[in-house]
């Protein structure tokens, strides 16, 4: 689990569902899913961003996430859609399984919260993936991507990620701090520094060192072929542009050709 108090997670669940609103993804996924009824996993679902159009658009789709807040906004944003989620953490739970499309979207890759190695826990979930989906399936990656990360990551300046007031009345501002990014390990290093002024006038403050790995794109593509995908699409952008120095998305659809268990 992250490693924020909680009155800080229920601020970033509000702060990620009121301002993380973009669809893109979500449109140019369901392109690639085709019209026909899919069964879908998304892994780290979180609000629902993903999965609920998904869902409206006529497949049936599971959700997991380990974060109770982001989970609890799902209900009130459905009607009568297919859908259901649950909470687990994707790294040391079980994922169901006899899907056509696993989605592993919205940068999961590199936002995977754990307590393992970072580029263990990144081949896992490659791996987790596989397993879950039926012979034929897909998996779907979507993630920032880009040929210089030493230019994205080596920012040492402070940047302001979010700030406003959430539904409980709490005020709060999270800020990225030291960001930096070492070539050998593609390892980004900062801090995430959070301040509140709680409804009751109480002061909140927290500095969360974090670290994530980087993958590169020939990892990605060793883990899925390892897991035994080939790789039907991968694109730099929602416009199908091949990836390029001038894209910044790592987008693939890549298909599960045998039994892996
Ligand atoms: C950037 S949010 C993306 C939410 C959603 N997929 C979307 O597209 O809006 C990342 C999510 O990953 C979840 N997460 C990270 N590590 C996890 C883990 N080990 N198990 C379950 N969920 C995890 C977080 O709780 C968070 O909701």
Not at 238 to 251: F, G, K, Q
Request: glycine share 6%; net charge negative; with cysteine.
């Amino acid at each position: 689990m992250y490693n924020e108090k909680a009155i800080i997670s229920q601020w970033i669940a509000d702060m990620y569902d009121w301002n993380e609103t973009y669809t893109d993804d979500v449109e140019f996924a369901l392109s690639l899913m085709g019209e026909n009824p899919k069964r879908v996993l998304e892994i780290a679902c979180g609000s629902g961003r993903f999965m609920i159009p998904v869902a409206k658009a006529g497949h049936h789709v599971i959700g997991l996430d380990f974060d109770e807040f982001m989970l609890d906004k799902i209900a009130a944003k459905i009607s009568n859609e297919k859908i259901e989620w649950y909470k687990a953490d994707v790294i040391h739970e079980e994922w169901d399984t006899g899907f056509d499309v696993v989605v592993l979207g919205a940068n999961f890759l590199y936002n995977i919260v754990s307590d393992l190695d970072y580029e263990q826990a990144q081949e896992l979930v490659i791996q987790k993936a596989a397993n879950a989906l039926n012979v034929g399936g897909y998996v779907f990656i979507d993630c920032g991507y880009t040929q210089s990360p030493e230019k994205w990551f080596n920012h040492p300046e402070p940047n302001v990620v979010w700030e406003g007031i959430d539904s409980h009345g709490n005020f709060g501002k999270m800020t990225l701090l030291d960001s930096s990014y070492d070539e050998k390990s593609r390892m980004n290093k900062f801090v995430r520094r959070f301040e509140m002024v709680l409804k009751d006038g109480s002061n909140v403050e927290q500095e969360i060192p974090s670290e994530k790995h980087f993958a590169s794109l020939e990892q990605i593509h060793h883990w899925l072929l390892k897991a035994g995908f080939v790789i039907e699409k991968e694109y730099g952008d929602y416009h199908c542009n091949p990836i390029s120095e001038s894209t910044s998305r790592a987008i693939i659809w890549a298909r599960k050709m045998k039994e892996t268990e």
